[in-house]
Nanobody, 124 residues
């Protein structure tokens, strides 16, 4: 199966914005639910958000709702994560992942393929 590749991470000041991208060069990309997870140092990997195959359904973790926006472009085999009003507690490695589970998957075990992650650091 094709490898997922994230990009767009970096350092940003508190209150700033970043946009992450994830390319999944899989022929049947549009058949996958796609999601974002994050893992901070010393913590377990946690669900951030997910988007359905068509993009018509979206699910966010409470901690990011209203600040983060997930989207997808099936023609480009790409998903995005627009992160606004970033806080220090958003600092983590962000991973994109694909799922063939039913809606709405939030557990890491429901996602079968993962990218290598991209670091996001938020500080003042």
């Amino acid at each position: 199966q094709a490898q997922l590749v994230e990009s767009g991470g970096g350092w940003v000041q508190t209150g700033g914005s970043l946009r992450l991208s994830c390319v999944f060069p899989e022929r049947t990309f549009s058949s996958y639910i796609m999601g974002w997870f994050r893992q901070a140092p010393g913590k377990e990997r946690e669900f951030v958000c997910a988007i359905s195959r068509s993009g018509g359904l979206i699910n966010y973790a409470q901690s990011v709702r209203g600040r983060f926006t997930i989207s997808r472009d099936n023609a480009k085999n790409t998903i995005y994560l627009q992160m606004n009003s970033l806080k220090s507690e958003d600092t983590a490695i962000y991973y994109c992942a694909s799922s063939t589970a039913g809606w709405a998957p939030t557990n890491t075990r429901q996602f079968t393929s993962w990218g290598q992650g991209t670091q996001v650091t938020v500080s003042s």
